[in-house]
């Protein structure tokens, strides 16, 4: 047992402030070398661990504090100076609180070590040729993928990729003089675009372009989306290595990026092109490429980390957690997915997270006017700019936000005051629950923001700023909230009892399926539950619907063509994220045997556009039978084959009588929807 004089949580402290090693969320690496650094507590505490290591001799190089329990286990990584990346022969887990220890041997893949440099003292003999053999690493692109190159023979087969071998600790290039590279014909990937290409349009969709703002695109092909913003009154210049190679590479507000890393075939220059573009961006860059849905393909050829195209052009097709991964180990920034395929990426931080809260803003409605008050009647137009901030950010305005402070307070002496006003005139918890609404979205943003690196306070917009001391009191508060709602998803069954009694979407047994725009309606948790897998990865393009596993930690999204206009849209594409290691799943559907969605009006809310259409033709189609046998009615096929045999088809958004229906069948159908509309009325009577 650990010794009573000793405590756990000051063991993690002194982890914490730790200025070197190797940390990650819940453990500390260090070579044995750099123990003599730590604090004392932390010698004594590695002391009592090694104590209860077995009398046999065992060798070790590395030292693993676990951060969220008392445990340190101690690796065996053999020739840890010479070996560039060593790998782990084995390992014992000392558990203090028990005091007993677990030995672990490796087998023929063991884990290796990456970043050796990280693990040691500055101080350390190799330590500068540890830094300058992953600065080469890195600059060749061979550790973007952090998940795939952790095992032996995953970075070995990543090194022939990329075809160089390790000596030394120096990268050497593998010529091999019977092969000889193909020339691959960039210049072809360009397309010529019809619109706005994907990347650029979501910059205008969440209005990050605006007047007086330059715009520049490094690799701009033909030069559509110049022309396109050009027309839209904006300054803009574009560079292409093919299609116009003579113009300056210009900074500028906004630089895209767009769909060039995926047509470079050597990583060398993939970085650089990165790089660079990042180097001219003085506020945005934007960053696409290209996103693997489907695997393989016909035409294609392999070669290097992608495929040699029927058009001799280079693909390098990413997973998007892989996109992200390499954005941000290259650049050394968080960058936000916006799309498949496509990040933003800000100069400045606290731009970067007023964007990043304003993608969890669920809309508010203005309360409406109840009573007649002459007070507030005779100054409405005064009040209505007060009343707009209030719904908007959940709180009054203080000194110098509102622009017609000034007017209100010479009639009103103080906002306060005049907010009293409103209030007589309309429902006084109508404005808590907006209250409430906005403390939700910033505690979801907030708990979201823990899976990166929080930001400072200081580094927060000043709306923002306010926002948190008016709503929680403290910065502090609101980070203790948001983690504390963070913490509590992983309670599944908690999470599932929550979709069960949600008033909008589609609940079965094993999922609650919502229409896209019903999120921000949903309980503050389910929304957190989807924020945690498009913060990292994004959403499907066009998407239609969002469906939320309740007995497993997925999100998927789906897309469905016409939603509005269809009465009964299938669906077409599933992208799946699992939360637990963020991996990305793509299923495209066979249109007569993809699943059918029904009741479009359960999907939304009651302020959809479209949701009173919805709900009478979810009232007809019950009436006339047509929902009754739920498993029959899910895929296209079977839906298909009721209304066959029902005799009835569709007209717009209303069902209709074939013109083959059996006579029979018509009249029993009848006789349903008659009795059905009785039985309502007898309910609605009563």
């Known amino acids: 047992m650990i010794r009573e004089t000793f405590h756990f949580a000051t063991v993690q402290s002194r982890l914490q402030q730790?200025?070197?090693?190797?940390?990650?969320?819940?453990?500390?690496?260090?070579?044995?070398?750099?123990?003599?650094?730590?604090?004392?507590?932390?010698?004594?505490?590695?002391?009592?661990?090694?104590?209860?290591?077995?009398?046999?001799?065992?060798?070790?190089?590395?030292?693993?504090?676990?951060?969220?329990?008392?445990?340190?286990?101690?690796?065996?990584?053999?020739?840890?100076?010479?070996?560039?990346?060593?790998?782990?022969?084995?390992?014992?887990?000392?558990?203090?609180?028990?005091?007993?220890?677990?030995?672990?041997?490796?087998?023929?893949?063991?884990?290796?070590?990456?970043?050796?440099?990280?693990?040691?003292?500055?101080?350390?003999?190799?330590?500068?040729?540890?830094?300058?053999?992953?600065?080469?690493?890195e600059k060749l692109g061979l550790l973007?993928?952090?998940?795939?190159?952790?095992?032996?023979?995953?970075?070995?087969?990543?090194?022939?990729?990329?075809?160089?071998?390790?000596?030394?600790?120096?990268?050497?290039?593998?010529?091999?003089?019977?092969?000889?590279?193909?020339?691959?014909?960039?210049?072809?990937?360009?397309?010529?675009?019809?619109?706005?290409?994907?990347?650029?349009?979501?910059?205008?969709?969440v209005n990050l372009l605006t007047e007086g703002m330059t715009f520049f695109d490094y690799g701009c092909g033909h030069g559509e989306d110049l022309k396109f913003i050009a027309e839209k009154g904006f300054q803009v210049q574009g560079w292409d290595p093919f299609y116009k190679p003579d113009n300056e590479k210009s900074p500028a507000d906004v630089v895209n990026l767009g769909y060039v890393i995926n047509v470079i075939e050597n990583p060398a220059e993939r970085r650089e092109a990165l790089v660079k573009a990042w180097a001219l961006a003085q506020r945005i860059l934007v960053v696409s490429a290209q996103v693997l849905i489907a695997d393989g393909g016909y035409g294609q050829v392999a070669y290097g980390d992608g495929v040699i195209t029927s058009r001799n052009t280079f693909q390098k097709y990413y997973d998007q957690e892989e996109l992200k991964l390499y954005i941000d180990q290259v650049l050394g920034v968080d960058a936000v997915p916006v799309a498949l395929g496509v990040y933003f990426v800000f100069r400045d931080e606290a731009q970067a997270e007023t964007f990043r809260a304003s993608r969890f803003r669920s809309r508010a409605t203005t309360p409406r006017i109840r009573l007649s008050v002459k007070r507030f009647e005779d100054y409405q137009s005064l009040l209505q700019p007060l009343m707009t901030f209030i719904t908007e950010r959940g709180r009054l305005p203080k000194k110098g936000e509102l622009p017609e402070e000034t007017a209100i307070c010479a009639e009103f002496r103080t906002l306060i005051r005049a907010f009293k006003v409103i209030e007589q005139?309309?429902?006084?918890?109508?404005?808590?629950?907006?209250?409430?609404?906005?403390?939700?979205?910033?505690?979801?943003?907030?708990?979201?923001?823990?899976?990166?690196?929080?930001?400072?306070?200081?580094?927060l917009d000043p709306t923002l700023q306010t926002d948190i001391k008016v709503l929680f009191g403290t910065y502090k508060q609101a980070c203790l909230l948001s983690d504390m709602m963070l913490f509590s998803l992983g309670d599944l069954q908690n999470l599932a009892d929550i979709a069960q009694e949600s008033k909008i979407g589609i609940c079965s047994t094993k999922a609650l399926l919502v229409h896209i725009s019903a999120l921000e309606q949903l309980d503050p948790l389910l929304r957190l539950y989807e924020g945690c897998a498009s913060r990292t990865v994004g959403r499907l393009e066009n998407v239609s619907l969002v469906r939320f596993y309740l007995h497993e930690?997925?999100?998927?999204?789906?897309?469905?063509?016409?939603?509005?206009?269809?009465?009964?849209?299938?669906?077409?594409?599933?992208?799946?994220?699992?939360?637990?290691?963020?991996?990305?799943?793509?299923?495209?559907?066979?249109?007569?045997?993809?699943?059918?969605?029904?009741?479009?009006?359960?999907?939304?809310?009651?302020?959809?556009?479209?949701?009173?259409?919805?709900?009478?033709?979810?009232?007809?189609?019950?009436?006339?039978?047509?929902?009754?046998?739920?498993?029959?009615?899910?895929?296209?096929?079977?839906?298909?084959?009721?209304?066959?045999?029902?005799?009835?088809?569709?007209?717009?958004?209303?069902?209709?009588?074939?013109?083959?229906?059996?006579?029979?069948?018509?009249?029993i159908v009848k006789s349903r929807i008659r009795s059905r509309q009785r039985q309502r009325q007898k309910e609605k009577d009563n």
């Open 144 to 205: 973007a993928d952090s998940r795939n190159i952790g095992y032996q023979q995953q970075w070995e087969k990543k090194l022939q990729h990329f075809r160089v071998r390790i000596e030394d600790h120096r990268l050497i290039e593998i010529k091999d003089p019977e092969r000889q590279s193909p020339k691959i014909d960039r210049h072809k990937a360009a397309i010529i675009r019809r619109q706005m290409s994907r990347p650029v349009r979501s910059l205008f969709e």
């Open 553 to 667: 930690p997925k999100i998927a999204y789906i897309s469905c063509a016409d939603f509005d206009d269809d009465p009964h849209p299938r669906w077409q594409m599933a992208m799946q994220i699992g939360l637990q290691d963020l991996k990305v799943r793509y299923k495209e559907y066979d249109p007569d045997f993809a699943p059918v969605v029904q009741r479009k009006d359960r999907l939304v809310g009651q302020d959809y556009l479209l949701y009173d259409k919805f709900a009478k033709l979810s009232q007809q189609e019950e009436d006339w039978g047509l929902l009754e046998n739920w498993s029959e009615i899910q895929l296209w096929s079977g839906w298909q084959k009721v209304l066959r045999e029902t005799g009835v088809e569709f007209k717009g958004s209303r069902l209709q009588w074939r013109q083959d229906a059996d006579p029979y069948q018509r009249k």
């Open 425 to 459: 005139a309309t429902d006084a918890e109508e404005w808590q629950r907006i209250a409430e609404q906005r403390k939700s979205d910033i505690q979801i943003y907030l708990a979201l923001s823990k899976f990166a690196k929080r930001p400072k306070f200081s580094h």
């Open 18 to 137: 730790l200025p070197f090693g190797k940390k990650l969320p819940t453990a500390l690496y260090l070579h044995i070398s750099a123990l003599k650094y730590l604090p004392l507590e932390l010698q004594d505490y590695e002391a009592i661990a090694r104590e209860l290591l077995p009398k046999s001799e065992f060798s070790f190089s590395l030292v693993k504090f676990n951060t969220s329990e008392p445990k340190v286990s101690y690796l065996d990584y053999p020739d840890f100076d010479i070996d560039p990346h060593p790998a782990l022969k084995q390992s014992i887990q000392v558990n203090l609180g028990v005091g007993s220890y677990q030995v672990r041997h490796y087998g023929d893949n063991p884990p290796i070590l990456h970043r050796k440099e990280t693990f040691v003292h500055p101080t350390y003999p190799h330590y500068a040729t540890f830094t300058q053999l992953t600065q080469a690493e």
